[in-house]
């Protein structure tokens, strides 16, 4: 059990000074049609998701701004 603290830790602990995907990899340009890359031009925001429906994105919740 200490271990899996450890390991919990761990990996909170590197994620406030890593940001973005570890460990991917770099895939074709327009192989992947139904992801979405989101970028607001005036607060920087950026984030992905993938189509739902052609009219729908699915993104994470830190996505939406108010």
Not at 28 to 46: A, E, F, G, Q, W
């Amino acid at each position: 059990a200490a271990s899996a603290i450890i390991l919990w830790v761990t990996k909170l602990f590197i994620g406030f000074f890593i940001h973005g995907i570890v460990g991917g990899k770099v895939s074709i340009l327009h192989s992947r049609p139904y992801m979405v890359y989101i970028r607001d031009k005036i607060s920087k925001l950026t984030c992905d998701g993938f189509l739902v429906r052609e009219d729908y994105v699915m993104t994470a919740a830190h996505c939406k701004q108010r």
